[in-house]
């Protein structure tokens, strides 16, 4: 449906009940596409994500002269692997603002003997971190014009050999070189300058590559983890429970987030995650599963002590400067908020009504908060806070404001 913008967030009145099927994982679905676009024959996709970030990974390879055929209703996508052959010699690609196409693709290109391929993204992707696998590129023979967004790309194959990155920006440049390793025309030995910006999606790399090397014809998506970290925070802000029928993969990290809620006051059994009535503030270390912090720090003021979120130094320079951006929204809200380069320290005051949530042009920012205005800070049912372009949820998850809806009216009619 249309939305409103900016949107007014309808309180709800009873506390949540209902159920919700998230969406498949973009990391997962962005990484199975090159997977797949690298196997030796047809692959079809199961349970796809079909966001702004993969609708980006499939033009893009469409670009590249792949075949890849879509299904939306049946949320499958079907891609013709070339076994490492890029089709394309030449072409232009935009990648929007998504990491996972922006980084992926320009290693993916370098496969290709003799390619000129033109890069370039958002105005947010033009100051995101990507010089450092540029870098590492280079040393297996690819000429870049520049050390950001636009750029052109010369590649020359991939001959193989030591390959050094620097990944500590963003673990995505790690997993775009892991995934064309074996393409390489001698064993490639990457090696680490630093540690990885986020571990855990480095892991999720290597384990779907193995089960891609099993040649299925056939890949199932988890549901996403990241999505659900917004309905297991809703029954802490709404009371009641909800359950959420695909939170059980088990390739993502930020599933760790769910324990964070456990201390907070969620009871999870089996797919039914429920309020127990308590909201207790919590110190956390967010490094590994970065994702998730700003549901936390969304629903902070609503805890009955100061909420510490810590190893968040990296997500400065993801689709925004979130730490900032976070303290800043916040403090809008009245809260004191302490910000670090690398946390952001929480101390509830009484919620300020009536003000707009910049977004930033954020997915997560709009359904963190969004989940927060869920919460009946007027005791009658009417909007306190609004959510500015609540549509960039379409990076991800583009019916999020109706699933939130749809979980309000079942509350109504419990």
């Given at each position: 449906?249309s939305l409103?913008?900016?949107?007014?967030?309808?309180?709800?009145?009873?506390?949540?009940?209902?159920?919700?099927t998230?969406?498949?994982?973009?990391?997962?679905?962005n990484?199975?596409?090159?997977?797949?676009?690298?196997?030796?024959?047809?692959v079809?996709?199961h349970?796809?994500?079909?966001?702004?970030?993969?609708?980006?990974?499939?033009?893009?390879?469409?670009?590249?002269?792949?075949t890849?055929?879509?299904?939306?209703q049946?949320?499958?996508?079907?891609?013709?692997?070339?076994?490492?052959?890029?089709?394309?010699?030449?072409?232009?690609?935009?990648?929007?603002?998504?990491?996972?196409a922006?980084?992926?693709?320009?290693?993916?290109v370098?496969?290709?003997?003799?390619?000129v391929y033109?890069f370039d993204?958002?105005?947010?992707?033009?100051?995101?971190?990507?010089?450092?696998?540029?870098?590492?590129l280079?040393?297996?023979?690819?000429k870049?014009?520049?050390?950001s967004?636009p750029?052109?790309l010369?590649?020359?194959g991939?001959?193989?050999?030591?390959?050094e990155i620097?990944?500590s920006e963003s673990?995505q440049?790690?997993?775009?070189?892991?995934?064309?390793a074996?393409?390489a025309?001698?064993?490639?030995d990457v090696?680490?300058?630093?540690?990885?910006g986020?571990k855990p999606f480095?892991?999720?790399?290597?384990?779907?590559?193995?089960?891609f090397?099993a040649?299925?014809?056939?890949y199932?998506?988890?549901?996403?983890?990241?999505?659900?970290?917004?309905?297991?925070?809703?029954p802490?802000v709404?009371?009641g429970?909800?359950?959420?029928?695909?939170y059980?993969?088990?390739?993502?990290?930020?599933?760790?987030?769910?324990e964070?809620?456990?201390?907070v006051?969620?009871?999870?059994d089996?797919?039914m995650?429920?309020?127990?009535?308590?909201?207790?503030?919590?110190?956390?270390?967010?490094?590994?599963?970065?994702?998730?912090?700003?549901?936390?720090?969304?629903?902070a003021?609503?805890?009955?002590?100061?909420?510490?979120?810590?190893?968040?130094?990296h997500?400065?320079?993801q689709?925004?400067?979130?730490?900032?951006?976070?303290?800043?929204?916040?403090?809008?809200?009245g809260q004191?908020?302490i910000?670090?380069?690398d946390s952001?320290e929480?101390?509830?005051?009484p919620l300020?009504?009536?003000q707009v949530?910049?977004?930033?042009?954020d997915?997560?920012?709009?359904?963190?908060?969004g989940v927060?205005?869920c919460?009946d800070?007027l005791?009658?049912?009417?909007?306190?806070?609004?959510?500015k372009d609540?549509?960039?949820?379409?990076k991800?998850?583009p019916?999020?404001?109706d699933?939130?809806?749809?979980l309000?009216?079942?509350?109504l009619r419990?």
């Open positions: 449906m409103a913008d900016p949107l007014p967030i309808i309180p709800f009145t009873r506390p949540c009940t209902g159920s919700v998230l969406p498949g994982s973009k990391s997962i679905t990484r199975a596409l090159i997977l797949g676009a690298l196997a030796d024959g047809p079809t996709l349970g796809a994500l079909f966001s702004r970030d993969t609708r980006i990974m499939v033009a893009a390879l469409r670009e590249l002269g792949f890849v055929e879509t299904n939306e049946a949320l499958t996508i079907r891609i013709e692997g070339r076994n490492g052959e890029i089709p394309k010699a030449e072409a232009s690609i935009h990648v929007g603002n998504a990491g996972t922006a980084r992926f693709l320009t290693a993916f370098c496969l290709r003997p003799g390619g033109h993204g958002d105005e947010a992707m033009r100051a995101r971190p990507i010089g450092a696998l540029l870098d590492a280079e040393s297996q023979g690819a870049a014009d520049s050390r967004f750029f052109t010369r590649t020359t991939l001959p193989g050999g030591t390959i620097d990944p673990s440049m790690l997993s775009a070189l892991l995934m064309i074996p393409q025309k001698q064993p490639l090696r680490l300058k630093n540690a990885a986020s480095v892991e999720m790399t290597r384990r779907v590559m193995e089960q090397a040649k299925p014809a056939d199932f998506i988890e549901g996403d983890a990241s999505a659900g970290s917004y309905f297991l925070a809703l802490l709404t009371g429970s909800v359950t959420i029928s695909n059980n993969g088990t390739l993502q990290g930020d599933r760790k987030f769910l964070v809620l456990r201390d006051g969620l009871k999870a089996a797919s995650f429920s309020a127990t009535g308590q909201r207790h503030a919590v110190d956390r270390n967010f490094r590994e599963f970065s994702d998730t912090f700003l549901t936390l720090a969304a629903i003021p609503l805890l009955d002590g100061p909420t510490k979120i810590t190893g968040i130094a997500t400065r320079k689709e925004t400067d979130r730490v900032a951006g976070m303290a800043r929204e916040l403090t809008k809200l004191r908020v910000e670090t380069e952001l929480i101390h509830p005051q300020k009504t009536g949530i910049e977004t930033y042009h997915h997560r920012f709009a359904m963190s908060f927060l205005g919460h800070l005791g009658n049912g009417q909007p306190w806070l609004s959510i609540p549509a960039c949820c379409s991800t998850f019916h999020f404001f699933v939130l809806e749809s309000r009216q079942a509350s419990s």
